[in-house]
């Protein structure tokens, strides 16, 4: 569950951050629309590996301190 909820956190960080990219990008209008295709193509790319991301048991990492 907790694992569910980091990858939903950071897909909607990742979604924001590259909207808000590509909007300052349209709405300055200094860009080109090539540049805000690899931006956008970059956000979903990141938010694909963020979903796919499956890491095995022996590689977690764990907070809880055994003493």
């Keep these: 569950m907790k694992r569910f909820l980091l990858k939903s956190l950071l897909i909607i960080i990742t979604f924001f951050v590259g909207m808000t990219i590509f909007s300052i990008m349209r709405v300055s209008g200094q860009f080109g629309v090539l540049p805000m295709w690899i931006v956008a193509a970059g956000m979903f790319a990141a938010i694909g590996a963020i979903w796919k991301y499956q890491p095995k048991s ?9 003493d």
Excluded at 58 to 66: G, V
């Design 58 to 66: 022996s590689k977690e990492i764990s907070l809880d301190k055994d």
